[in-house]
């Protein structure tokens, strides 16, 4: 694996692993009345872990679009 491979891995991984971690806390909070009872502001959880979804996502995204070999652009 070159230099270059080896960091794209790197970053797709980091992102699978920030959009797994957000689907897990939105789960949790939606499944789970145990933890949300401690929170006073579900809303706004649900709401920060959701971005955290969306830019994960849509991080991975742009690397599919951009710089592997799939490429369009």
């Known amino acids: ?19 797994s971690e957000a ?3 939105i789960s949790l909070y939606l499944n789970n009345p145990q933890p949300v009872a401690e929170h006073s502001d579900i809303l706004g959880e649900l709401k ?8 994960a996502d849509e991080n991975l995204q742009v690397i599919e679009k951009y710089f592997t070999d799939n490429q369009e652009a």
């Open 23 to 25: 689907l897990a806390m």
């Open 48 to 55: 920060k872990w959701t971005c955290k979804l969306s830019q």
């Open 1 to 19: 694996m070159t230099v270059p491979s080896v960091l794209l891995n790197s970053l797709i991984a980091n992102y699978q692993s920030e959009k």
